[in-house]
């Protein structure tokens, strides 16, 4: 899949700099309020080392994690152990690619992390497969935000340093290598250095590319799936309407009910008959261009 990887010198930076529990603009607070009344089962897709995870899991909730990077996994169940928590189903998928055991109620996928797949029919795959893993009913919860593309210089600009609890130093050297306009995305390209007692002991590179929707773009993707009642607001407020590009963007899209997309759809839709795969009517969607 076409999207960013985190290894482990990436992993060890982002335990360092968004550690378990903290909250990104209200975002765990939020998503641990609205999933509370949720009786079935909950997938945090793309949900990294646990830092919304991990909290959901202490508020009780029966959430399953699912993420491309294993190193980011290992440091999810090693962290779930040193809080004495049960270990959660955590699954290494491709999106492109998903094939669960279960259905679900809600999928959440947070901290604008469906941004990191760069190519456009991988991200509609990735979700048209998150469809296809929700009970009817169930509902896909996500946030988004608009990057900076006016600033060319990447977050990491120049060279930055992580001091790691053990008492080695990461140091990141990032530059934009890709900015595309025309199709709504960047790649910066990272490199992660890691030192102890002035020895370099280990160097990782990570392509970062960031693509990029509009409000209305990606209501219509959803829509087009066969999501219906698909609902955006601004900053986790229900009664917020987006105003503004430095906002974050929430959006909420349920999966229909049979009956609910034989009628959108004016027929009933055909079963997928693939092994394996979960079969649900409304499944067969038009590609969207």
């Known amino acids: 899949m076409s999207f960013s990887y985190y290894g482990p010198l990436c992993t060890e930076v982002y335990n360092a700099t968004k550690p378990v529990g903290q909250s ?4 765990i607070e939020f998503y641990r309020d609205y999933l509370m009344n949720c009786n079935g089962r909950i997938l945090e897709a793309m949900s990294g080392s ?10 009780g909730l029966n959430v399953d994690g699912l993420d491309y990077s294993t190193d980011m996994l290992d440091s999810c169940r090693a ?5 004495g928590l ?15 055991p279960y259905r679900y109620e809600v999928i959440i996928i947070a901290a604008g992390s469906l941004l990191l797949i760069q190519d456009r029919q991988a991200s509609i795959k990735a979700l048209r497969n998150l ?3 929700l009970k009817p009913g169930g509902r896909l919860v996500l946030d988004l935000f608009l990057p900076d593309v006016t600033n060319t210089t990447s977050h990491y600009s120049g060279t930055s340093t992580v001091q790691l609890p053990d008492g080695d130093t990461i140091t990141m050297e990032s530059k934009d290598i ?3 306009m025309l199709q709504q995305y960047k790649v910066s390209l990272i490199r992660y250095e890691k030192w102890r007692h002035g020895t370099l002991i280990a ?3 990570q392509q970062l590319a960031l693509r990029w929707y509009g ?16 609902v955006v607001y601004a900053d986790f407020d229900p009664d917020q309407e987006p105003s503004r590009s430095d906002q974050k963007f929430v959006f909420e899209a349920t999966r229909g009910l049979p009956s609910e997309v034989d009628s959108l759809s004016g027929q009933s839709a055909n079963e997928s008959t693939t092994p394996g795969k979960i079969q649900d009517r409304g499944s067969n969607v038009h590609t969207i261009g």
């Open 24 to 27: 990104l603009g209200g975002d």
């Open 215 to 230: 409000v209305e773009e990606l209501r219509m993707i959803l829509e087009q799936i066969g999501f219906v009642d698909v």
């Open 178 to 180: 890709e900015v595309n």
């Open 131 to 133: 469809y296809q893993h």
């Open 50 to 59: 646990g830092r919304m995870l991990i909290p959901l899991l202490e508020a």
């Open 203 to 205: 160097t990782e590179l």
């Open 79 to 83: 962290l779930c152990t040193e809080r």
């Open 86 to 100: 049960p270990l959660p189903e955590l699954f290494a998928a491709d999106l492109e690619t998903l094939d669960l």
